[in-house]
C-alpha cells in the first residue's frame, strides 16, 4: 500500500515521503496512529505542505535537544550507594536514577537516549553518553560513592 507519512518514522522515512508498505502495518498502526495517510490524488497534492510541516517539527526537536546539550555541560551526577568490601554495589545505577537525577536539576531527558552497555555496578567515576539524535550527542560525568 503507498502512504505519505505524516511524520519522520527512524528506518520508514521522512514526513512527506511516498513509500510502499505492507497493508497490515499501513491499517493497523500508521493509519490509525495519524503517522500516515493514504496516498491518494487529493493527498497527493498536499505532500508539499506535509513535508514543510514535518521539516519544521523536526527542526524544533532539534532545538529542543540543542538546549538539553549546553545544560548539559559541565554536569555531574553523584550518587551514594552501598557496597561490599571488593566496592561492588548491592544494587546499580541504572538509567531511571540518572533521569531522575538530571529531572531533579531540571533538565528532561527521555531514558532511551542514556548509553549504559550494563547498568553501574562498582563505585568509581563514569563518563555516560546522551544520544539524542546521531549527530547531537552530550556526556556527563557521574561518580558512585560508598555509603
Request: hydrophobic share 40%.
Amino acid at each position: 500500500m503507498k502512504i505519505i507519512l505524516v511524520k519522520d518514522i527512524q528506518g520508514l522515512g521522512n514526513g512527506g515521503d511516498v513509500v510502499e508498505v505492507k497493508n497490515g502495518y499501513a491499517r493497523n498502526y500508521l493509519l490509525p496512529q495519524k503517522l500516515a495517510i493514504v496516498a491518494n490524488d487529493y493527498n497527493l497534492t498536499k505532500i508539499e505542505a506535509l513535508a514543510k510541516e514535518a521539516k519544521n517539527e523536526r527542526a524544533a526537536i532539534e532545538n529542543k535537544y540543542k538546549a538539553a546539550v549546553e545544560q548539559l555541560k559541565g554536569i555531574e551526577l553523584v550518587f551514594s550507594r552501598k557496597a561490599d568490601e571488593h566496592d561492588h554495589l548491592f544494587g546499580s545505577v541504572s538509567e531511571n536514577d540518572l533521569v531522575d537525577a538530571l529531572a531533579a536539576k531540571g533538565i528532561e531527558v527521555h531514558k532511551s537516549f542514556i548509553q549504559l552497555d550494563n547498568h553501574i555496578k562498582e563505585i568509581g567515576n563514569f563518563d555516560v553518553k546522551i544520544n539524542f539524535t546521531n549527530e547531537i550527542t552530550a556526556s556527563i560525568k557521574v561518580n558512585v560513592e560508598k555509603e
